[in-house]
């Protein structure tokens, strides 16, 4: 049977996005070899593809999978990794910035140039089967990033908005902090749990809000309701095709412009984040999902 390598780079979202390349893949018949860069965080994301219909995940050197496969697809983050290679320019990503792009849309581009002509697939997660017992309208809070993404992520507020939140986790990876506010809520916390746990938890609650980074593509995946807050990253870049996203921001002029500099905090202070009140992100709570607040 014939076979395509997929090739995935970056942060747990990036990864999360190229999924729907491997059921479009194995739509026109190909076997598939999903490769992931071989980083730490690449390694946690692998665990949370088990069960799952790709033919074979590995981070090991990728030119066996390319000798065996009739076409590489190489996705945005990947490119780097696959300079030296001689790869068919129609499946190599070649677009060097799209912030209003849905990167799952760019990712199917390389499936729709090999021929596929089918919807867009779902992106894929696998979650354990643990089981966490969590009381009815709980929501799982993720206010971290990875500490590189922070002036452009990390919105400073949820010890206060956990206050009005009927059931909240906390959901914590290794690089998050979180401090409880003096006098105020200390909830339950998850902390360091494996991804799948992590998806296992997400999807139990079925709710979750917290900023742009992998536990909300996690969150997405698995079909939870996600409240996603964002600063200057572009929301249309993270829509998942199944998705139930309703994101979250201070829309103001300059939050687009961020897009253009780094960090970002040099041009504007992160007005758009630093600015966005608890009670901004409590009214889009309370239109989508009044259950979730005391």
């Known amino acids: 049977m014939k076979a395509v390598t997929i090739a995935a780079a970056e942060g747990i979202g990036n990864i999360i996005m190229a999924t729907p390349l491997v059921s479009a893949m194995k739509d026109l018949g190909f076997r598939t070899f999903f490769w992931m860069d071989p980083t730490p965080e690449g390694t946690q994301v692998a665990n949370l593809f088990h069960n799952w219909n790709a033919d074979k995940v590995s981070q090991r050197d990728p030119r066996p999978f390319i000798e065996d496969s009739e076409a590489i697809l190489v996705t945005y983050w990947a490119r780097m990794k696959f300079e030296g290679y001689e790869i068919d320019p129609r499946f190599r990503f070649s677009r060097i910035f799209f ?7 760019q990712n199917m581009a390389l499936a729709h140039s090999i021929g596929y002509k089918g919807p867009t697939p779902p992106t894929w997660v696998s979650p354990s089967n643990a089981k ?72 139990e609650a079925g709710s979750f809000i917290g900023n742009d980074a992998g536990p909300m ?10 409240f996603g807050v964002f600063g200057p990253t572009p929301i249309e870049k993270s829509y998942h095709p199944q998705a139930q996203l309703v994101p ?25 984040l630093d600015d966005l009140t608890v009670e901004m992100v409590l009214e889009e709570i309370k239109s989508f999902a009044p259950e979730l607040l005391r």
């Open 99 to 105: 912030p209003l792009e849905s990167e799952v849309d």
């Open 132 to 203: 966490f017992g969590l009381p009815k309208d709980s929501v799982i809070v993720h206010p971290g990033c990875k500490r590189s993404w922070q002036d452009r992520k990390s919105w400073g507020k949820f010890s206060d908005l956990i206050d009005y939140l009927k059931n909240p986790i906390i959901l914590l990876g290794p690089e998050d902090v979180f401090h409880v506010k003096h006098g105020g809520r200390n909830p339950s916390t998850a902390h360091n749990l494996k991804l799948p746990d992590a998806a296992a938890l997400i999807r």
């Open 217 to 226: 593509h996690i969150a997405m995946a698995v079909g939870a309701l996600t």
């Open 248 to 272: 979250i921001t201070n829309e103001i002029p300059c939050r687009h412009y961020c897009n253009f500099y780094d960090p970002p905090v040099e041009k504007c202070k992160r007005r758009c």
